[in-house]
């Protein structure tokens, strides 16, 4: 994201760079002019999304300069800065569509608050502008020049160079286990975007560096353990891979419609294993019970594993995991002198801190707690 300073007062661009973090606030580049003039050429120029114009510059006004910066085709959000509260200029930054009138001096606290509004009026729009662009792809199958370019230029202002797209075959449903992780998504990654495809719906998740398909791949699989899920079995969900250039997206999006369709074990045949793995966990409660250990264990998608065992035995696989090593474990602590640290050990934890946190996680009280109740209730 860049910004533009202009005004004559060399000491307010000092003041400015002192008192304004313009990192933080997620400015990538900064830049500065000193009369109407040398403004106007360098956002012809320098293309700020941002645009700070003090109204009495020397050679050419403000007014004048954010005139002509119009009449280029160029519609950087503007904070016109006065030292004078007068009709005339307020009608005409009304007229050139100025996002903010601020009175000098300037008042660091005023101005940041005006960009941070600024900021997320524009993220919202970008993330809108990109939504439609991501409708009609996926209706058209196509991406056209200019849809590339408004897309490009979205995810250069929101700061994301790597995405990748999520299918969930959800079919003709109204989409409500797509718009539940979208929703999670927003809040794990840099932006979410959802749209609704032929094969279903589908969630446009961007962010950047590290972001890899195995980030992406456990957000979903930690997903499927959330007891707040929606109800009922998630639909098949397919991941793309992850890329960096937006002339992919249309690939990105065939590819996670074709994993969300891949075949699956069916009938019969998937509910024995179900059960098989479920009888694996009643009785290897010890061991590396991982979703993808046991899906690596009984040869199957990880993801049609938790959707199924949720189906088939109405509970989260993780939850039901947690459940049985948390029985047993009450079990040991009642029935035996055995330290934590050993009980942690032969019910499947790393630790005995780990431990200690879920099991007061699961009965309310700590393990020490417990032991002592018990006692006392003989």
């Given at each position: 994201?860049?910004?533009?300073?202009?005004?004559?007062?060399?000491?307010?661009?000092r003041?400015l760079?002192?008192?304004?973090?313009?990192?933080?606030?997620?400015?990538?580049?900064?830049?500065?002019?000193?009369?109407?003039?040398?403004?106007?050429?360098?956002?012809?120029?320098?293309?700020?999304?941002?645009?700070?114009?003090?109204?009495?510059m020397p050679i050419?006004?403000?007014?004048?300069?954010?005139?002509?910066?119009?009449?280029?085709?160029?519609s950087?959000?503007?904070?016109?800065?006065?030292?004078?509260?007068?009709?005339?200029?307020?009608?005409?930054?009304?007229h050139?569509?100025?996002?903010?009138?601020?009175?000098?001096?300037?008042?660091?606290?005023?101005?940041?608050?005006?960009?941070?509004e600024?900021?997320?009026?524009?993220?919202?729009?970008?993330?809108?502008?990109?939504?439609?662009?991501?409708?009609?792809?996926?209706?058209?199958?196509?991406?056209?020049?200019e849809?590339l370019q408004?897309?490009?230029?979205?995810f250069?202002?929101l700061?994301?160079?790597?995405?990748?797209?999520?299918?969930?075959?959800?079919?003709a449903?109204?989409?409500?286990?797509a718009?539940?992780?979208?929703?999670?998504a927003?809040?794990?990654?840099?932006c979410?975007i959802?749209?609704?495809?032929?094969h279903?719906?589908?969630?446009?998740?961007?962010?950047?560096?590290?972001?890899s398909?195995?980030?992406?791949?456990?957000?979903i699989?930690?997903?499927l353990?959330?007891?707040d899920?929606?109800?009922?079995?998630?639909?098949?969900?397919?991941?793309?891979?992850?890329?960096q250039?937006?002339?992919?997206?249309?690939?990105?999006i065939?590819?996670?419609a074709?994993?969300a369709?891949?075949?699956?074990?069916?009938?019969?045949?998937?509910?024995d294993?179900?059960?098989?793995?479920k009888k694996?966990?009643?009785?290897?409660?010890?061991?590396?019970?991982?979703?993808q250990?046991?899906?690596?264990?009984?040869?199957?998608d990880?993801y049609?594993l938790?959707?199924v065992?949720?189906?088939?035995?109405?509970?989260n696989?993780?939850?039901?995991?947690m459940?049985?090593?948390m029985e047993?474990?009450?079990?040991?602590?009642?029935?035996?002198?055995?330290k934590?640290?050993?009980?942690?050990?032969?019910?499947?934890?790393l630790?005995e801190?780990?431990?200690?946190?879920a099991?007061?996680?699961f009965?309310g009280?700590?393990?020490?707690?417990?032991?002592?109740r018990?006692?006392?209730?003989?």
């Amino acid at each position: 994201m860049k910004l533009l300073i202009a005004d004559d007062q060399i000491s307010l661009h000092r003041y400015l760079d002192k008192v304004m973090d313009w990192g933080a606030m997620g400015f990538t580049e900064v830049q500065h002019a000193y009369d109407g003039e040398e403004a106007t050429a360098k956002v012809a120029a320098f293309h700020p999304d941002i645009l700070i114009l003090d109204i009495h510059m020397p050679i050419l006004n403000g007014i004048e300069s954010l005139k002509r910066v119009r009449q280029s085709g160029h519609s950087p959000k503007t904070i016109i800065l006065s030292a004078y509260d007068e009709f005339e200029y307020a009608r005409d930054a009304i007229h050139l569509q100025v996002s903010r009138y601020l009175l000098k001096p300037v008042d660091a606290v005023q101005l940041r608050n005006a960009l941070e509004e600024l900021i997320r009026e524009s993220e919202a729009a970008f993330r809108q502008t990109i939504g439609a662009e991501l409708d009609r792809m996926l209706y058209t199958g196509e991406m056209e020049a200019e849809a590339l370019q408004t897309i490009r230029k979205g995810f250069d202002y929101l700061g994301i160079d790597r995405f990748a797209v999520i299918t969930c075959a959800d079919g003709a449903t109204d989409g409500h286990y797509a718009r539940w992780l979208k929703e999670q998504a927003a809040g794990s990654f840099k932006c979410a975007i959802a749209g609704k495809s032929k094969h279903g719906s589908v969630v446009l998740v961007g962010g950047k560096d590290p972001l890899s398909g195995g980030m992406l791949r456990e957000f979903i699989e930690s997903l499927l353990q959330l007891p707040d899920a929606p109800c009922g079995s998630p639909p098949p969900i397919g991941i793309s891979s992850v890329a960096q250039d937006a002339a992919v997206l249309p690939q990105l999006i065939a590819e996670s419609a074709r994993a969300a369709a891949a075949p699956a074990e069916t009938g019969s045949r998937l509910q024995d294993t179900i059960r098989r793995i479920k009888k694996h966990i009643d009785g290897s409660f010890h061991e590396d019970l991982t979703l993808q250990s046991v899906a690596d264990r009984f040869r199957i998608d990880k993801y049609q594993l938790c959707r199924v065992f949720k189906k088939e035995f109405g509970v989260n696989y993780w939850s039901y995991v947690m459940k049985v090593r948390m029985e047993k474990a009450a079990e040991l602590l009642a029935g035996t002198e055995w330290k934590n640290s050993l009980i942690a050990e032969r019910t499947g934890f790393l630790d005995e801190s780990h431990f200690s946190r879920a099991f007061k996680k699961f009965y309310g009280i700590t393990p020490k707690e417990y032991r002592r109740r018990h006692a006392e209730a003989r």
